[in-house]
């Protein structure tokens, strides 16, 4: 089996030799026979994926050149959430490479687990994304709260002009073209004038 190797310690993590994690690991796929096609490390921190290495092993991964990524543990691998290592695995899994926690038996694609860890995973990603949901909702009624003005700022619209261009023959685009609006504002402005003509009358 070919197979990637992948360690990470934080610049932070003085204390931290990733060496120690290199042996260990290499020791232990060449007792499983097999072959190592490459060493990933990254010396950064594991809760973004914009790290180089990572980022390499996983256009590697995606191109078949290995069949398992093998890794110290999983928080070694990436400490971005549930959500995104959920996608990470899963992507993996997309491209038919298998994935293995060296200190982690239960944590093994080839394993007895990998259903059960891929549910646990799962839900609480599930839990992830309904807490954001749930802090983007908060923020916005704070917002409200705070009299602030949400969604997309409305546009001025000169109804007599847009009156003025049709009754001179200009097709909608003509007009939308002329005033910097879509045709649909325009036709909607016009519309909306026929049905209240003094509220929505704007000088020229």
Not at 21 to 31: G, V, Y
Not at 116 to 130: D, F, N, Y
């Amino acid at each position: 089996m070919r197979i990637y190797i992948y360690a990470r310690v934080s610049t932070k993590d003085k204390g931290q030799d990733v060496e120690n994690q290199l042996r260990q690991l290499r020791e232990f796929a060449i007792t499983q026979g097999w072959d190592i096609v490459h060493v990933f490390v990254d010396h950064e921190t594991g809760s973004i994926s914009d790290r180089k290495e990572f980022q390499a092993m996983m256009l590697g991964c995606s191109q078949r050149k290995a069949d398992l990524v093998l890794f110290w543990a999983l928080d070694r691998f990436t400490r971005e959430g549930a959500l995104p290592t959920l996608q990470h695995l899963n992507t993996l899994t997309s491209y038919g490479v298998g994935f293995k926690s060296f200190t982690e038996q239960y944590l093994d694609s080839c394993g007895i687990f990998k259903d059960a860890v891929i549910s646990i995973l799962a839900t609480i990603a599930k839990q992830e994304r309904q807490r954001i949901r749930e802090r983007v909702l908060a923020g916005l009624e704070r917002a409200r709260a705070n009299g602030a003005r949400l969604g997309r700022p409305r546009v001025a619209v000169n109804i007599d002009r847009i009156a003025h261009c049709r009754a001179a023959g200009d097709s909608w685009r003509t007009i939308a073209y002329k005033m910097g609006i879509s045709t649909g504002t325009a036709h909607r402005a016009l519309k909306t004038r026929a049905k209240n003509p003094v509220k929505n009358r704007r000088a020229k």
